[in-house]
């Protein structure tokens, strides 16, 4: 089994444990794609799932969120302009497979989502245009710039965004419009 298939069952495995709504970035093989490429995958249940037409909207929003410890990368989708389908899903430049997964972005043309209902069988799937190629290599022009962080700041960074917004909505208000 090569590496990118045990980090696809890998996630499938961590999803099973995580609440609806959760969002994350894995990467897999896709057919004329011989080195992977990022795709979003979003643990849901069967009424959100319906809620998202065939070939929705979709808003992204990101920043670079900076303390004097780590320095993150927030990116959040809402799709069918709906604010009960917003998303959200940090990167880390110092983590060797968040790294790889920006550094992915900065060249993929799309951007993949699968949406998974709780027996994690795909339900839903779509491509995008990557809007994020810009963001994404500015994150890693100023994460070369900024000291070495670890795991725990990067929680600690995580843990005060969330704990100031509790709530989605308001931070999709803050962030930047792409």
């Known amino acids: 089994m090569g590496t990118k298939q045990m980090l696809i069952n890998q996630l499938l495995k961590d999803l099973a444990f995580m609440p ?74 110092n983590n060797m497979m968040d790294r790889l997964m920006i550094e992915m972005l900065c060249t993929q043309e799309s951007i993949t989502f699968e949406w998974r209902d709780n ?25 070369k710039a900024y000291r070495n962080w670890g795991d725990t700041d990067f929680e600690i960074l995580k843990n005060s965004i969330d704990q100031k917004y509790s709530i989605y909505i308001d931070l999709w208000n803050e962030l930047e419009i792409i």
């Open 20 to 93: 609806n709504g959760t969002m994350r970035p894995t990467i897999v093989v896709l057919p004329g794609k011989p080195y992977g490429e990022v795709v979003f995958v979003i643990k849901e249940d069967e009424y959100h799932i319906k809620k998202i037409a065939p070939n929705p909207s979709i808003s992204i929003r990101n920043s670079i969120i900076e303390t004097d410890e780590a320095l993150g990368f927030l990116n959040m989708f809402m799709f069918s302009d709906d604010k009960e389908l917003i998303y959200d899903c940090w990167l880390n430049y």
């Open 119 to 143: 027996s994690l069988k795909i339900n839903k799937k779509f491509s995008m245009c990557n809007d994020l190629v810009p963001f994404a290599k500015r994150y890693i022009e100023h994460s």
